[in-house]
């Protein structure tokens, strides 16, 4: 009788314990009945096959499963920020996502102006009660990426062609060249500035000084304009893309690229707004969220690349490695990261202000 009293008690536990978890799914489904309109201000266009499109692309896979409708503006300015936010909220905007670190200052005042309505800015830093900043792990690519422009060149000078010396471009430089140095320590990354985000005159000058000057026969690129890849096309150069895989455009030169997969942001962060759940924060997600991650390797990398290529994501996914581990020297020889240290996370997105070894800036 006593065994019989036992079962019945955990029959009716397990009863109760599934309605309370059928109660949870219920609520968490029905907060996607209704549609939720969201706004997306970008500094690029949609469809410019580079970093809004990575945005625009990933936010839209997350509408279709959470029943957004997506309000966006193309190629905003700076100091059209808050107008355009005005615009979005008075359109009924709940969620706003500015994809720009340019736009930081804007989205900070619209956090104060409009409390209830939930901002995103990727790339920036910070965070409000309404406020989240986020941004992924990038500079693990990049590192790959490197390890691949390491072992594919034959004449050892490798062309990284990049915006602005901030802390985020400077970032993927050094962890790109430490990959190239970590299989090919011969090799050299000369570095173009260009001053600008998105202007596609001023990239393709850039970038035909950069291979005019040295004997580059791997190129890559930090940069919201393609001329980088159509260039290195041009001149049977190999390329290293970035934001969005772009292979099908360049078939004849492109290798792999830096992709974002930002449905793997969107999705979780955006379902938490419609549950009520949202929380200002600051994200920095690394390859184990599968927000950064590698395009599909061309045919024409060199036998063993792949593997060498794989054999450091296990590391990174595993915890067992990251890219600015030291010993690391900078340009004067000067010892940066000691052994067995690793740097800061707030070093890295805010005062990286050097260059690792190997690093040539092409002035």
């Not at 995103?120 to 941004?135: I, M, P, Q, R, S």
């Not at 067992?320 to 052994?339: A, H, K, Q």
Request: net charge negative.
């Amino acid at each position: 009788m006593k065994k019989i009293f036992i079962i019945a008690g955990i029959i009716f536990i397990a009863i109760i314990v599934g309605i309370f978890v059928i109660n949870i799914y219920e609520a968490d489904t029905k907060v996607t009945d209704e549609t939720t309109r969201v706004g997306l201000i970008m500094n690029g266009s949609a469809k410019d096959g580079n970093w809004s499109q990575s945005h625009y692309e990933g936010l839209s896979l997350t509408a279709t499963e959470l029943n957004l409708e997506i309000i966006y503006r193309e190629n905003v300015a700076e100091d059209e920020v808050l107008s355009v936010i005005d615009q979005m909220v008075s359109n009924g905007c709940k969620i706003i996502i500015a994809n720009s670190i340019g736009f930081g200052d804007g989205i900070s005042k619209a956090a104060e102006k409009y409390p209830e309505i939930y901002f995103y800015h990727a790339t920036g830093v910070g965070e409000a009660k309404n406020l989240t900043t986020y941004f992924g792990r990038m500079y693990q690519m990049r590192y790959l990426c490197g390890i691949v422009a390491g072992l594919q060149t034959d004449t050892d000078e490798i062309g990284y062609v990049a915006t602005f010396p901030i802390s985020e471009v400077n970032r993927g430089i050094n962890a790109f060249t430490l990959g190239v140095k970590s299989v090919n320590p011969d090799a050299k990354v000369y570095v173009k500035w260009t001053d600008s985000w998105t202007d596609d005159t001023v990239t393709a000058q850039k970038t035909k000084e950069l291979l005019e000057s040295h004997n580059i026969d791997v190129v890559t690129m930090h940069s919201d304009s393609l001329e980088v890849l159509r260039i290195a096309e041009e001149k049977n150069v190999y390329s290293i893309g970035y934001n969005v895989d772009n292979s099908k455009q360049y078939p004849n030169t492109f290798l792999t690229a830096a992709v974002w997969d930002w449905e793997k942001f969107y999705t979780p962060n955006i379902l938490k707004c419609l549950q009520g759940k949202f929380e200002g924060h600051h994200y920095w997600e690394g390859v184990e969220t599968g927000i950064v991650s590698m395009a599909p390797f061309s045919q024409k990398i060199k036998p063993g690349i792949k593997e060498a290529v794989n054999k450091e994501i296990n590391r990174m996914s595993q915890g067992t490695f990251d890219v600015f581990y030291g010993p690391i020297t900078d340009t004067s020889g000067v010892l940066r990261v000691s052994e067995y240290e690793s740097m800061t996370d707030n070093i890295m997105l805010n005062k990286f202000d050097w260059y690792v070894e190997g690093v040539v800036i092409d002035e």
